[in-house]
C-alpha cells in the first residue's frame, strides 16, 4: 500500500509528461490527417481530475512490481527451497509480461484503433483544399475529444492488454501447482477460442483489424501455456522416475497405443 502511494505521490508530481506520452498515439492519427492535437477540458474540475487519475495509473504501474515483490516476501517464509526457486520465475515473468502487454497496446493497437475512430470525420476538417469547395453543403463531423475521456479510454487500453498478457504466467504457475494440466488446457482448446474472441470484442475497438491482431497473440499465449506446462510435466515425471516414485498409468498407456 505504501509503495502504491509513494508512487502516485511520485506520478502526480510529472503528471505532464505522462500526460503527453498517454496522448502521443492520437496525436500522430491526427498528424497523418493533417489535423492539431488539441483535447478539450469540459467541466471546470476536469484538469485537476485527469491529473489524479493519471497519478492513479502511474503508480499502479510502476508499484506493480514492487506489489508482486512485497507478496513474494510475504508467502516465502512458508516455501521450501525448491518451491522458492520454482516461484522465483513467475515473480519475475509477470511485470515483464504486463509491460509487454501495456507496450503492445500502445504500439500497435491503439494506433489502428484511434485511426479507425477517426475515419468517421467528415467534412473541411479532413478535406483537401480541392476538396472544400465540395463539401460546403456536407455537415462536418471533426473530433474535439474531452481530454479525461480521451485518457480514461486509452489507460483502460493499457491495463487490459497489461492483465491480458498474465495469461501464461497464470496457467504456467497453476500447472506448476497441479493445478492444470496441458491435456486439460488442450481439451478446452474450443471453449478457449470462444472466450478470446469476445475479450477481443470487448477490449478492442469494433474493427476486424485490431481484433484479429488481439485474438492471435492471446491465442499465441494460450498454446504457449500449453507447452510450458507439457514441459513442466515432463521434466516433474522425470524427477519421480529417477525417485522410483512414478506409477504409470494403465490406462494412459494402453490410450497411447491406440
Known amino acids: 500500500m505504501l509503495a502504491f502511494v509513494g508512487a502516485m505521490v511520485l506520478?502526480?508530481?510529472v503528471?505532464?509528461?505522462?500526460?503527453?506520452f498517454l496522448t502521443q498515439p492520437i496525436c500522430s492519427a491526427l498528424a497523418d490527417r493533417g489535423q492539431d492535437c488539441q483535447l478539450?477540458?469540459?467541466?471546470?474540475?476536469?484538469?485537476?481530475?485527469?491529473a489524479i487519475n493519471i497519478s492513479f495509473f502511474g503508480g499502479f504501474v510502476l508499484a506493480f512490481p514492487i506489489i508482486g515483490y512485497q507478496l513474494w516476501r510475504f508467502v516465502a517464509p512458508g516455501l521450501y527451497r525448491s518451491e522458492k526457486q520454482a516461484f522465483l520465475p513467475f515473480l519475475l515473468a509477470s511485470p515483464a509480461m504486463f509491460f509487454l502487454g501495456?507496450?503492445?497496446?500502445?504500439?500497435v493497437i491503439l494506433p489502428m484503433a484511434y485511426d479507425f475512430f477517426l475515419?468517421?470525420?467528415?467534412?473541411?476538417?479532413?478535406?483537401?483544399?480541392?476538396?472544400?469547395?465540395d463539401t460546403k453543403q456536407v455537415a462536418g463531423i471533426a473530433f474535439q475529444g474531452s481530454?479525461?475521456?480521451?485518457?480514461?479510454?486509452?489507460?483502460k487500453f493499457l491495463l487490459a492488454f497489461g492483465m491480458s498478457f498474465q495469461l501464461p504466467v497464470l496457467l504456467t504457475l497453476m500447472g506448476k501447482a497441479g493445478l492444470a494440466s496441458a491435456a486439460g488446457l488442450a481439451s478446452m482448446r474450443k471453449y478457449a477460442v470462444l472466450g478470446i474472441l469476445v475479450l477481443a470484442a470487448v477490449v478492442t475497438p469494433p474493427d476486424v483489424i485490431s481484433q484479429?491482431?488481439?485474438?492471435?497473440v492471446i491465442?499465441?499465449?494460450?498454446?504457449?501455456s500449453i507447452q510450458l506446462i507439457r514441459r513442466i510435466e515432463r521434466k516433474r515425471e522425470a524427477e519421480l522416475r529417477a525417485q522410483g516414485l512414478w506409477v504409470d498409468d494403465v490406462d494412459d498407456d494402453a490410450e497411447a497405443e491406440k
Open 219 to 224: 491465442y499465441g499465449l494460450y498454446e504457449i
Open 11 to 13: 506520478s502526480y508530481t
Open 40 to 50: 478539450q477540458i469540459i467541466k471546470l474540475q476536469e484538469g485537476f481530475f485527469t
Open 212 to 216: 484479429v491482431v488481439l485474438f492471435t
Open 102 to 107: 501495456a507496450a503492445f497496446a500502445y504500439y
Open 119 to 133: 475515419g468517421f470525420q467528415q467534412g473541411p476538417v479532413v478535406a483537401t483544399s480541392e476538396e472544400i469547395t
Open 15 to 20: 503528471w505532464q509528461p505522462i500526460y503527453n
Open 147 to 155: 481530454m479525461q475521456e480521451y485518457l480514461g479510454l486509452t489507460m
